[in-house]
């Protein structure tokens, strides 16, 4: 069975730093691509982050380019988000997610909360 659980939400001001987790368990995690999306209160699910199997391509959306790393570590079968320069708008439901088509699999997501 394939279980994600992000950890590492909370409440930040803005201009800090959170850094999320997604601890993976019931599938060879070292051969998936992972994602990091998000979903703010009445808005549809947008994709973050994206990384790659061994971590050699990593994607972001336009609105966290340059404030965002995602990273794993394979041994630990865990992914990252690294979230800095936090703004109001980063507000959000965090999930960790992965595909092996045709199924999709989520975490339970993790509440970011970035106000002052």
């Known amino acids: 069975q394939v279980q994600l659980v992000e950890s590492g939400g909370g409440l930040v001001q803005p201009g800090g730093s959170l850094r999320l987790s997604c601890a993976a368990s019931g599938i060879n995690f070292r051969i998936y691509t992972m994602y990091w999306y998000r979903q703010a209160p009445g808005k549809q699910r947008e994709l973050v982050a994206v990384i790659s199997p061994s971590s050699i391509t990593t994607e972001y959306a336009d609105s966290v380019k340059g404030r965002f790393t995602i990273s794993r570590d394979n041994a630990r079968n865990t992914v990252y988000l690294q979230m800095n320069s936090l703004k109001p708008e980063d507000t959000a439901v965090y999930y960790c997610?992965?595909?092996?088509?045709?199924?999709?699999?989520w975490g339970q997501g993790t509440q970011v909360t970035v106000s002052s």
């Open positions: 997610n992965t595909k092996s088509l045709p199924k999709d699999y």
